[in-house]
């Protein structure tokens, strides 16, 4: 059974700073994988989509990686900013003899950037 | 503007009570979702639907119904054999092809009196 964890499940860093979020997951037979971000009591908004045949993908400050045989995605977040506070949720698309486009979420990392 | 609506914004139940959450998308998706997020958890898939006039359970479709009369919407009931329904409920959508985004609309939080 595929399984997404995600650590820091909080991280508070001071603005300017660079920083990584990991994501691990349990089996890499998947499709894709997703960076997502949500503000406090709002939707997810797709930041990233990174497709099983590719290393990275790159907007604007972020840059996420994956590395699909080890099951782990990174995602840099450059030069932080307060406006960057947010839970970033990642997730993936799982291969199987059933395409429900279903995806599985990690618990998310809760980020602060102190001005 | 293209996207995902869902109403209403916040919903309260009563116990026993049926309630209906709307979801409607303008972006032409075949493919429509419902999940549940709790706090400090990730989302958990309720329903799915690829096309018109059919859905599937997902991995937590107790105490749940759908309908997906109209490609544009897919309503999610809550009904009373849901035992634990106070949740933030998101829904999504995609073309439905293996590499593409999920979008999502803005949430309705559910809460039970």
């Known amino acids: 059974k595929q399984e997404v964890t995600q650590i820091p499940a909080a991280l508070s860093v001071p603005e300017g700073e660079n920083l990584v979020l990991n994501c691990s997951f349990t089996?890499?037979?998947?499709?894709?994988l997703q960076w997502f971000r949500q503000d406090p009591g709002k939707g997810l908004t797709s930041l990233l989509l990174?497709?099983?045949?590719?290393r990275e993908q790159t907007s604007g400050r972020l840059n996420a990686s994956l590395d699909k045989s080890s099951g782990r995605s990174t995602l840099y977040i450059a030069a932080s900013q307060p406006g960057d506070s947010a839970t970033y949720l990642c997730?993936?698309?799982?291969?199987?003899?059933?395409?429900?486009?279903?995806?599985?979420f990690g618990q998310g990392t809760t980020l602060q950037v102190k001005p | 503007d293209g996207g995902i609506t869902q109403s209403p914004k916040y919903l309260f139940r009563k116990e026993g009570q049926n309630v209906t959450l709307s979801c409607e998308q303008n972006?032409?998706?075949?493919?429509m979702y419902w999940y549940r997020q709790d706090p400090g958890q990730g989302l958990r898939l309720i329903y799915y639907s690829q096309i018109v006039n059919d859905f599937q359970k997902g991995d937590i479709a107790e105490g749940y119904s759908v309908s997906r009369e109209k490609k544009e919407s897919f309503p999610l009931t809550v009904t009373s054999a849901q035992k634990n329904p106070t949740a933030f409920y998101l829904c999504a959508s995609n073309l439905g092809a293996r590499g593409d985004t999920q979008y999502f609309g803005p949430g309705t939080r559910l809460t039970v009196l």
């Open positions: 972006l032409n998706h075949d493919a």
């Open positions: 997730a993936v698309r799982p291969q199987g003899s059933s395409n429900t486009g279903k995806l599985i």
């Open positions: 990174i497709q099983s045949s590719q």
């Open positions: 089996d890499s037979a998947i499709y894709n």
